[in-house]
């Protein structure tokens, strides 16, 4: 029989003085605590309780073992009611990794909000563009773009990533403004050293006709950020993901080039692996980032 159950029963017994007063409260017959009870004393090698059929008291080791089951059962439900706290309100590190373009441009300065929002709350935040295994290398959490993969995760969508094409306007000036497709294999165009979309673009037109180009790569890196900054140097076009863009378009340091011929979207998730529950601290950051990055 289960021994923290014995403990719980034989402290009932003697605190509500029968038997018959510990099975009320358990929902068992006195017979059941009556063997709850005999296997802990055989468990523990001596006589806890001497009944009669009108009383029962404590044997001499009886009571020190009381005394000790009492202690331990208050320490057990002090963590149970530890756990349900830590459960409730989020504290201490959450481990996250993403792509190193979402990451230094829009998480990063989001998490300001999260940590001001959860005081007892640290983050650990790594940025890399390979794939990461949450469980092997010790992560909470990812924030991934691109389609994913099958696996055992949990994943919540985000909003789909919208990718662009912007060279500066010095550029842009010595070399002409790109009006088709197929006039960006006569301009020097900076490709990202890896991924799918390295030689070829899969531009579309505005009804979804598939128009891919295979560009000239005179400079490939693979950096988002690093891609960014070549652009707005004026060493060429670059395909980036809009957030990445939006700055320097503000600023008038890029310029859009062909918006009426769109890229694919590219779907963006947060994952985290399957647990019951979830704890607090992973519960209130997915929560955040879908209502942050979820529209």
Not at 50 to 68: H, K, V
Not at 94 to 117: E, I, K, M, N, W
Not at 167 to 174: F, I
Request: positive net charge; charged residues 25%; hydrophobic residues 45%.
């Amino acid at each position: 029989m289960d021994r923290l159950t014995g403990m719980s029963l034989f402290v009932c017994a003697v605190d509500r003085g029968s038997f018959a007063a510990a099975g009320r409260d358990f929902g068992m017959t006195p017979a059941m605590v009556g063997r709850h009870v005999r296997a802990l004393e055989e468990r523990v090698g001596a006589q806890l309780l001497q009944r009669t059929t009108r009383s029962q008291r404590l044997t001499t080791f009886g009571r020190i073992y009381y005394e000790r089951c009492t202690r331990v059962l208050a320490e057990i439900d002090a963590m149970d009611r530890t756990a349900d706290e830590l459960r409730a309100s989020p504290r201490g590190l959450l481990r996250v990794t993403t792509t190193a373009s979402f990451g230094a441009c829009r998480l990063a300065p989001a998490l300001a909000d999260y940590l001001t929002r959860f005081p007892d709350m640290n983050v650990e935040l790594i940025l890399s563009d390979h794939y990461t295994d949450l469980v092997e290398e010790g992560f909470d959490a990812a924030v991934r773009v691109g389609p994913l993969a099958p696996s055992p995760l949990v994943a919540r969508r985000l909003a789909s990533v919208r990718f662009i094409l912007a060279a500066s306007p010095h550029y842009l000036a010595a070399r002409g403004v790109p009006k088709r497709p197929d006039d960006l294999t006569r301009h020097t165009c900076i490709g990202h050293a890896h991924g799918a979309w390295s030689d070829v673009w899969p531009m579309e037109t505005s009804d979804g006709i598939a128009q891919p180009v295979k560009i000239r790569a005179r400079l490939k890196i693979n950096n988002g950020e690093a891609l960014r900054a070549a652009a707005v140097r004026g060493m060429g076009i670059a395909l980036q993901p809009e957030f990445q863009m939006a700055d320097d378009l503000a600023a008038g340091r890029l310029t859009r080039v062909l918006p009426e011929y769109p890229f694919p979207k590219v779907p963006m998730h947060i994952v985290y692996p399957p647990q019951k529950p979830v704890p607090a601290k992973l519960r209130t950051f997915v929560d955040f980032v879908v209502e942050r990055f979820g529209r």
